[in-house]
């Protein structure tokens, strides 16, 4: 064990001190041989300090490289490698070590975390993309990654249904845009349905109405269907119809009762014509062959007479006579035939007596009009059911229609919900800050709510930086590129010195001037800590001691070729 010095044994605060500036001195970040930084020392607030740590210099003079190896040092990977012309590098500080030559190693556990780096911040500021809901999809993914969110396929489950699972992303901002989607797709669908149910209930509607005028007498009563129940028009449908066929079966045999009759009657026309015609040609026939025979007998009578008289001429006479006889059996045979004819015609006569008047269609008449009647009871009663099946329809349809229209309105308002699921997220740590259809908002310097896209370069910053260090424990770290601080006005780095300060984190960040590479630290907008040589006349701040001395070696030529290993 050392000896303690008198002094020190004199004064114990003095021990004290010395422990402190040996704890601040470790914190010290010490960049070697890297880049085109041949020496820097970058000083860092004791644990539990906040601040800003700016890095100063010409352009060139390796301002971007110590802030890149800062956030390789806090996030892990690899930053610049070696300076030209040397063999070996190294850093270290905030409890790692990592050395540069022919492979890059690191050892050592880091004593703090980082927060959100510049790199989270300057893509919130400049997604560097034209769409503007493109850039503000990409500036809400970028502010979830500032806020350290994450959403959980459960979360969006919860907020919209397990339905919602199967399109859900890993990238919070594409799971926003494709639960969205799912659910306006879904609300397409509803009101696709909601628009089938009311046509469908119109054209019930329209077929109700069209029926009723069926149901209804010819008085314009209902019959008596109102007071009735589908049931019990559905047992006088059954009567009615059983009722209609008897009539019918009525109507049908005075059918053919009439029927007969007309074909009685027009057999009877028919025969009184025909006898009519026959009478004419039989009484002229009979007449004629009645003469005949009469001359005959007579020509006979003079044939005997002679044949006692002309025995000489017996001959001739017999031949005469046998003509004449063959032809007196010819005449015979027509007179049969025509009493034949006279009985054919008197059987006429008799159908003629027989189809005689008129024929009776009264009974036909009153079956034909009960069957009506019956028929017309049945259609009633049927179109009465049918139209109380269009209107019970028209309802159901009706129901329907409502119910679709409310899921469709449901799912809109679900789709716009979308968004507060992200903003809960970030709920807390971007104050002034909201999410709306896909865009983002905040209020400029002015106090008015607009894009998040029309703030100037330095209201954007000074938000991201300001989200950042909401969502950031005290005791953590990250980075800030240059540009983005150069944006801000003096007002607004104030404000983010405050913000860094009052939470207890450590920002490192960097500014162009005419001077060589130097860090220090800001507190209250004045320099608190230099280093190296520079050119301002910032008052120090009391309060972070130590003589960090550090100092820039080197030019702005490029650094040569190195082997770069990540770890």
């Not at 390796?62 to 892990?76: N, P, Q, R, V, W």
């Not at 306006?184 to 046509?199: L, T």
């Not at 001359?295 to 007479?305: G, L, Q, S």
Request: glycine residues 8%; negative net charge.
């Amino acid at each position: 064990m050392a000896k303690k010095s008198k002094a020190e044994a004199e004064n114990p605060s003095t021990e004290i001190a010395s422990a402190v500036d040996q704890q601040n001195a470790n914190r010290t970040i010490k960049i070697k041989q890297r880049g085109i930084i041949s020496d820097l020392g970058i000083p860092v607030p004791p644990a539990g300090h906040g601040g800003v740590v700016l890095l100063r210099g010409r352009n060139g003079s390796g301002k971007s490289t110590a802030l890149a190896i800062i956030e390789s040092i806090l996030k892990g990977g690899s930053a610049a490698g070696l300076k030209r012309g040397a063999v070996k590098g190294s850093t270290e500080g905030l409890g790692v070590h990592v050395n540069v030559g022919a492979r890059i190693t690191r050892r050592g556990q880091l004593e703090v975390t980082g927060f959100a780096g510049a790199e989270n911040i300057t893509k919130f500021v400049d997604p560097k993309i034209k769409d503007p809901e493109a850039a503000d999809a990409e500036r809400i993914r970028q502010l979830l990654r500032i806020a350290n969110a994450k959403i959980s396929a459960d979360e969006w489950a919860k907020a919209f249904g397990d339905e919602v699972r199967s399109v859900v992303k890993n990238d919070p901002v594409e799971s926003a845009t494709a639960v969205a989607r799912f659910l306006q797709a879904k609300a397409r669908e509803a009101e696709q349905e909601a628009a089938k149910h009311e046509g469908a209930a119109a054209m019930a509607k329209h077929q109700a109405a069209a029926t009723l005028s069926y149901t209804l007498l010819a008085d314009g009563s209902d019959a008596g269907f109102a007071e009735k129940t589908v049931d019990d028009l559905r047992k006088m449908l059954g009567e009615c119809n059983r009722e209609r066929e008897t009539a019918i079966v009525e109507k049908r045999n005075a059918e053919l009762e009439v029927a007969a009759k007309e074909a009685a009657a027009e057999e009877s026309r028919k025969a009184a014509e025909q006898l009519k015609s026959e009478e004419a040609k039989s009484t002229g026939n009979a007449a004629e062959v009645k003469a005949h025979v009469a001359t005959t007998n007579v020509r006979i009578d003079k044939a005997m007479e002679r044949l006692d008289e002309i025995r000489k001429q017996l001959a001739e006479e017999e031949e005469l006579l046998k003509s004449l006889c063959s032809q007196r059996a010819q005449l015979l045979r027509d007179l049969d035939a025509i009493e034949s004819h006279q009985k054919s015609l008197a059987g006429l006569r008799e159908k003629i007596a027989a189809g005689s008047g008129e024929v009776d269609h009264t009974r036909l008449n009153i079956a034909t009009e009960n069957c009506q009647s019956k028929e017309q009871a049945a259609i009633r009663v049927d179109h009465e059911i049918r139209r109380r099946e269009f209107v019970r329809q028209a309802e159901d349809e009706s129901t329907a229609q409502l119910v679709a229209a409310e899921g469709a309105k449901f799912y809109r308002q679900k789709a716009d919900e979308v968004d507060n699921v992200l903003a809960e997220a970030v709920k807390g740590i971007a104050s002034g800050v909201r999410i709306s259809k896909g865009r983002l908002w905040a209020k400029n310097t002015a106090g008015e709510d607009v894009y998040v896209a029309e703030l100037s370069p330095g209201e954007c910053t000074s938000l991201a930086i300001e989200i950042a260090a909401n969502s950031a424990n005290g005791g953590q770290m990250g980075g800030l590129e240059q540009e983005a601080w150069e944006s801000l006005d003096p007002e607004n780095r104030q404000k983010v010195i405050d913000k860094m300060i009052g939470k207890g984190i450590l920002l490192f960040t960097a500014v162009a001037d005419s001077g060589p590479l130097r860090a220090e630290i800001l507190a209250s907008g004045k320099s608190a800590e230099k280093v190296g040589e520079s050119a301002d006349t910032e008052e120090s701040v009391d309060g972070f001691g130590g003589d960090i001395s550090g100092e820039f070696v080197g030019s702005s030529s490029p650094a040569g070729e190195v082997l770069v290993e990540d770890f």
